[in-house]
């Protein structure tokens, strides 16, 4: 190496040659230190530039994914919801071809039951409030035929049908849900 250093300095004395390698090191260390110090005071410069250049394309991208996360969620929910549907239909056909009631056929049912209990409680306390009057109404037709048979008369009264005694109202229960379902024919398994 020595020998193509002397070759390229052509006809430069040995102590020349070491001076002007020693210059050329000097400034390649020189210009060494200048960049490290040019980078360094620049380099918190584009450091920060870099930092900022960054959360800005975080921001984007997290907003993107975002947007794109809350698409494809409304779409998976809109699915999930025909899939739920389409299967509340299936087994509600099912159920209907094996002969379970619905949920609509049994409130039906609920509703009618409750209604003729309430007839029936009002007919039974109808025949009760017959069965109070019609005491007073015979001790009115005894009470006037006394006054009938006190009084001449000429033409002798008619007779009158004694006044039919209702029968004794037995209370009906109630009828409930539980007992309408019992009366309809179990389906086997």
């Known amino acids: 190496m020595g020998k193509k250093l002397k070759e390229l300095a052509g006809g430069l004395t040995e102590n020349q040659l ?3 390698v020693k210059e050329s090191a000097q400034q390649i260390w020189l210009a060494g230190l200048g960049a490290f110090a040019k980078a360094q005071e620049e380099g918190g410069k584009v450091f920060d530039a870099l930092v900022k250049e ?4 975080q921001s ?5 994914t975002d947007e794109k996360i809350a698409q494809v969620a409304g779409k998976a929910a809109g699915t999930w919801d025909r899939l739920e549907q389409v299967f509340e239909d299936r087994v509600a056909r099912a159920l209907g071809s094996l002969g379970v009631p619905s949920k609509q056929d049994i409130d039906s049912l609920s509703k009618r039951v409750v209604e ?5 409680q009002a007919l039974t306390e109808g025949k009760a409030v017959a069965k109070t009057t019609a005491k007073p109404a015979a001790k009115d037709v005894a009470a006037a035929a006394e006054s009938v048979a006190a009084k001449p008369v000429a033409k002798p009264a008619a007779a009158r049908p004694a006044a039919r005694k209702p029968a004794a109202a037995k209370p009906v229960p109630p009828v409930t849900p539980a007992d309408v379902l019992s009366t309809l024919p179990q389906t086997s398994e």
């Open 54 to 57: 960054g959360e800005s394309i």
């Open 60 to 64: 984007k991208t997290r907003q993107m």
């Open 116 to 120: 003729l209990s309430a007839a029936v």
């Open 18 to 20: 070491a001076s002007t």
